[in-house]
């Protein structure tokens, strides 16, 4: 499943190759046709799943901080201050609180408040420095799963006009009983970021028919992507107008001739994403936009197709395109990630990357290539953590395993470049995870003392440091030195 666009995980003993960072509290040792509005009125995988222990829970008091407690003063990178942080616990109404997503724009940690089968859900958004609660959602029906859609319940964020937007995506089944079937629909509900108080409506609730094999947003497009089959549908979300686009839709056509030794790129041709210009799709060893095709773009050294592989692309929640194309020069290094001007097609930036060694089962992000974009839309991870891409610097870097260095899975990178991140005992011969920061233009590894937590999340002034609630886990959010 191709789906949102984010972050995981980890804690763990070992070593890395260099050790030289102290942690905070410890030494250096160690989402077709119409759309449903209502009116105005009526708005992947955890890998710290940090546990907030000993004394340390002493609540928070003043308006809005209802379930906010004092961090406990766990290990963390230094750059961290675990001295002044706050915690989210289990809420105690069965429902559970997951997978945060900073509002850079607002200042907010926005998590998805839901019940355990996901029949109710709502956002709930903190104030990243001090988790006082700024808004809460209506709790709202969710179109139920039938267990056939791995696609979750998500919280999207995006940006339009100098105004940041709170987005709820469902996929599932809403209506039917006995005689009548249930429709299948993605459901988004709209929320104004810079909302205040509890019980807040949408601004709007937009419904597509039809569900979802995965969706995603444009950072500063407004505009939220439904992956349905090998169409979809784009939704402005700050209008409610939805761009339907069918099986058969002109957009499924490469822009130009791409034929191949039998038939053409078109075959099995799907939207997997946005641009500027228009839909992504992805055919077969080709992808396009409306204005361009790959053939026009491939990175010197690469071929669209070798022996078993083809290029493979994703969209990005910055616009650009993130291309995989196979290298056939290299033994050692067999792909080339590109990153492509999402307006023109144009290479910004590559780097070689040999096979990840973890797999994506052990990362949590299985099914997907987990494409992250900080919260300040300056890196972005893909490859499930061996690749992070500088957007203001268009550079690549590759945290594979090399001479020096065994393979860090990195989770987040802060504003001034470290990438945090594990290696996994598969790489050192042990079962153990060990936590460790990289600085990208030199590539020096650090391994940080056993049991340093790493953040999923960094923005806003702080690191988040764990994805969820559910079974008895805390997320912890310390604020930046």
Not at 36 to 45: D, E, F, L, R
Not at 236 to 248: I, N, W
Not at 287 to 300: E, L, M, V, Y
Not at 301 to 327: I, Y
Request: glycine share 12%; charged share 15%; aromatic share 4%.
């Amino acid at each position: 499943m191709k789906n949102v666009i984010k972050a995981a995980m980890p804690t763990a003993a070992a070593g890395l190759m260099l050790l030289s960072l102290t942690a905070c509290g410890g030494s250096t040792a160690g989402a077709i046709s119409k759309v449903t509005t209502a009116a105005s009125g009526k708005g992947a995988s955890t890998t710290a799943s940090a546990q907030a222990s000993g004394s340390a829970s002493a609540s928070a008091s003043g308006p809005g901080s209802a379930g906010v407690t004092t961090a406990p003063q766990q290990l963390v990178p230094a750059a961290f201050d675990n001295t002044k942080g706050w915690s989210i616990t289990p809420p105690t109404d069965g429902t559970s609180l997951d997978d945060p997503v900073i509002a850079p724009d607002t200042n907010l940690l926005l998590l998805r408040s839901s019940t355990v089968n996901d029949t109710s859900a709502s956002i709930i958004a903190r104030d990243a420095k001090t988790g006082a609660i700024r808004w809460s959602g209506q709790p709202a029906a969710q179109a139920a799963s039938d267990g056939s859609s791995s696609t979750d319940i998500n919280v999207l964020v995006t940006h339009k006009a100098g105004k940041e937007y709170a987005v709820l995506v469902s996929t599932g089944f809403l209506g039917g009983d006995a005689v009548t079937k249930a429709s299948e629909v993605t459901q988004l509900e709209v929320f104004d970021a810079a909302s205040s108080g509890a019980q807040v409506a949408p601004l709007r609730v937009i419904t597509v028919p039809g569900l979802a094999d995965g969706y995603s947003a444009l950072r500063d497009g407004g505009t939220v992507l439904v992956q349905l089959g090998t169409g979809g549908a784009v939704v402005d979300v700050t209008t409610g107008q939805v761009t339907a686009y069918g099986d058969q839709d002109a957009v499924l056509k490469p822009p130009a001739p791409c034929e191949l030794a039998i038939g053409d790129c078109s075959e099995n041709a799907k939207i997997i994403g946005q641009t500027p210009a228009g839909p992504l799709v992805q055919g077969y060893a080709a992808f396009w936009t409306k204005a361009w095709i790959s053939d026009g773009f491939i990175p010197q050294g690469t071929k669209t197709q070798f022996s078993n592989e083809t290029v493979q692309a994703d969209g990005t929640p910055g616009g650009q395109v993130l291309a995989r194309w196979p290298q056939p020069t290299d033994a050692t290094t067999d792909v080339v990630w590109a990153l492509h001007d999402g307006q023109t097609g144009r290479v910004l930036a590559t780097v070689p990357c040999a096979a990840k060694t973890t797999s994506a089962s052990q990362t949590g992000s299985a099914g997907n290539d987990g494409v992250t974009l900080s919260p300040d839309g300056h890196y972005l991870i893909a490859g499930d953590g061996i690749v992070v891409f500088d957007l203001q610097g268009n550079k690549g870097y590759c945290f594979a395993a090399n001479a020096t260095r065994n393979e860090v899975d990195v989770t987040a990178v802060d504003t001034d470049g470290t990438a945090y991140g594990t290696v996994h005992g598969t790489a050192t011969g042990t079962t153990d995870v060990t936590p460790a920061s990289v600085k990208p233009d030199s590539g020096q590894a650090t391994a940080l003392p056993a049991g340093t937590l790493v953040p999923a999340l960094i923005g806003a002034g702080v690191g988040v440091f764990g994805t969820s609630t559910a079974g008895g886990g805390s997320i912890l959010v310390y604020p930046h030195h």
